[in-house]
C-alpha cells in the first residue's frame, strides 16, 4: 500500500474486515467516510444498490427496490463496504419507503455534507403498483449561489 492509499483509509473500520451487525437498524453510525482526493473538482459519484430490500411497517411483508445514489461530493467521499452494510441493515427494518429514502439521504448528508445529492429508491410493484421515491439535496451555499444568480437575472 502506498502512502498516498494509507493517508485516504485513516480511519476506516470496516474495509478489508469481517463485520456483525443488526439487519433492522440502519443507523448512520455504520457509514464511513474518506478524504475527497479531487476537492477542486466537481465529479458525481454513482451507487446502485439493486438488491434492496426492507418491511413495510403495516404488513411486515417485504418491499424489494434498488437504492441509486448519486453525489457530487465536497471534502469527503462514502467508503463503499460501509454503505453495502448500512444498505444490508434495512432487511428487517419496518419503514414506509417514502420514510427511508429520506432517512437514507439525511443520513449521507449528515456524514457527507456533499455539494449536491441525489437518492433515489425504486421499488418493485406490489399490489400492481410500482413507487419510486426520488431525494435531491443542495448544499445550502450553493443554493444561495443560485438564487443570487438568478436574482440578478430578474
Known sequence: MN?????????????GRPSSFRYDNPDVSI?????????ERDYRITFEHPEFT???PMTGQPDFGTIRLSYVPDALCVESKSFKLYMGAFRSHGSFMENLTNKIADDLVSL???????VEGIFNAR??????????YTAPELAAERLSA????L
Open 3 to 15: 502512502a498516498e492509499n494509507s493517508n485516504n483509509n485513516s480511519g476506516l473500520t470496516k474495509l
Open 31 to 39: 457509514l464511513e467516510a474518506f478524504a475527497n482526493a479531487h476537492p
Open 54 to 56: 426492507s418491511l413495510c
Open 112 to 118: 457527507l455534507r456533499p455539494r449536491r445529492l441525489r
Open 127 to 136: 399490489g400492481g403498483t410500482s413507487i419510486t421515491v426520488r431525494v435531491d
Open 150 to 153: 438568478l436574482d440578478k437575472l
